[in-house]
């Protein structure tokens, strides 16, 4: 079992940044793709970013530009560096981590973190 907690979440500005961390409790964290997903109230949850093991990233295209996601396998760390923030970025992001994939669908996660809150004021 993988146990992951968000931190880095908080309250900022239109046009701040914001880096939010991943950490995982499992050993191998580093043979895990990982990405980030956020759930605006009254939304869906969905796909900001994803890693690799081997460092590839992509990202949805909202976020393109402005995010960006690295991982510290020797901190067993995922980040995600959101800069020129808008309030449509305000949601809780989550982390997951996929075993076998490199992937924005969800549902290919195996686990997942607590979330942390984002808010972007306007």
């Known amino acids: 079992q993988v146990q992951l907690v968000e931190s880095g979440g908080g309250l900022v500005q239109t046009g701040g940044s914001l880096r939010l961390s991943c950490a995982a409790s499992?050993?191998?964290?580093?043979?895990?793709?990982v990405g980030w997903f956020r759930q605006a109230p009254g939304t869906e949850r969905e796909f900001v970013a994803a890693i690799s093991q081997t460092g590839i990233t992509y990202f949805v295209d909202s976020v393109k530009g402005r995010f960006a996601i690295s991982r510290d396998n020797a901190k067993k760390t995922v980040y995600l560096q959101m800069n020129s923030l808008k309030p449509e970025d305000t949601a809780v992001y989550y982390c997951?981590?996929?075993?076998?994939?490199?992937?924005?669908?969800?549902?290919?996660?195996?686990?997942w973190g607590q979330g942390t809150q984002v808010t972007v004021s306007s």
């Open positions: 997951a981590a996929s075993m076998y994939s490199f992937t924005s669908e969800q549902h290919r996660y195996d686990y």
């Open positions: 499992e050993r191998t964290f580093s043979s895990y793709d």
